[in-house]
């Protein structure tokens, strides 16, 4: 049975990719602040950077591994 077009035009898909990418290295740069700088010491604890950082890390890695499965299922159709 053919997939239906759910109406999204290429420039739409196009938009929403570039999107996606953007707040993946959003994330990505997060978690590097929280990891890797001193800019949030006098406001959260060490352990809750930590813990923050990690998941804001993995969510925006998630975010990309989503995104890249989903270029590779459009190039399969």
Do not use: H, W
């Not at 035009?9 to 890797?36: D, H, R, T, W």
């Not at 001193?38 to 890695?61: A, D, K, Q």
């Amino acid at each position: 049975m053919p997939q239906q077009d759910r109406g999204n035009s290429k420039p739409q898909n196009q938009m929403l990719f570039i999107f996606e990418c953007v707040m993946s290295v959003f994330y990505l740069g997060f978690a590097c602040v929280f990891l890797f700088t001193g800019y949030f010491n006098e406001t959260v604890s060490g352990i809750v950077r930590l813990l923050v950082g990690i998941l804001l890390g993995i969510y925006g890695i998630f975010r990309i591994y989503r995104a890249l499965k989903k270029i590779s299922e459009k190039e399969k159709e």
